[in-house]
Nanobody
Framework: QVQLAESGGGLVQTGASLRLSCTAS???????MAWFRQAPGKERELSAA????????YYTDSVKGRFTISKDNAKNTVYLQMNSLKPEDTAVYYC???????????????????WGQGTQVTVSS
């Protein structure tokens, strides 16, 4: 069983940066992970994903070039560095994980087995 705990959210102004962290309990090196976000009145959407090896990543177009996902197996933590934040980035951000040995990026929410409780990110204009 894996438990995920996010941190690092907050209220910032347009153009600012935040780094979200997601720390996992349990086996971490075989976790393929992702950050999803859900804005009020909208469906949960994938922002970024990373393979269990950390060797490959995926970014949705709206965050490409601004967000960076990384995985530190020594610290059991996945990060989402968010730069040049915009008001449209305002959402609850969720960390997700799936145990796998397939070195592919998993992009569908239904394929993830473990979820964190979410952390609020609010970007003011």
């Amino acid at each position: 069983q894996v438990q995920l705990a996010e941190s690092g959210g907050g209220l910032v102004q347009t153009g600012a940066s935040l780094r979200l962290s997601c720390t996992a309990s349990g086996p971490f090196s075989t976790l393929s992970m992702a950050w999803f976000r859900q804005a009020p009145g909208k469906e949960r959407e994938l922002s970024a994903a990373i393979t269990y090896t950390g060797g490959s990543t995926y970014y949705t177009d709206s965050v490409k070039g601004r967000f960076t996902i990384s995985k530190d197996n020594a610290k059991n933590t996945v990060y989402l560095q968010m730069n040049s934040l915009k008001p449209e980035d305002t959402a609850v951000y969720y960390c997700a994980a799936r145990t796998t040995r397939r070195p592919i990026v998993i992009m569908t929410a239904d394929e993830y087995d473990y979820w964190g409780q979410g952390t609020q990110v609010t970007v003011s204009s």
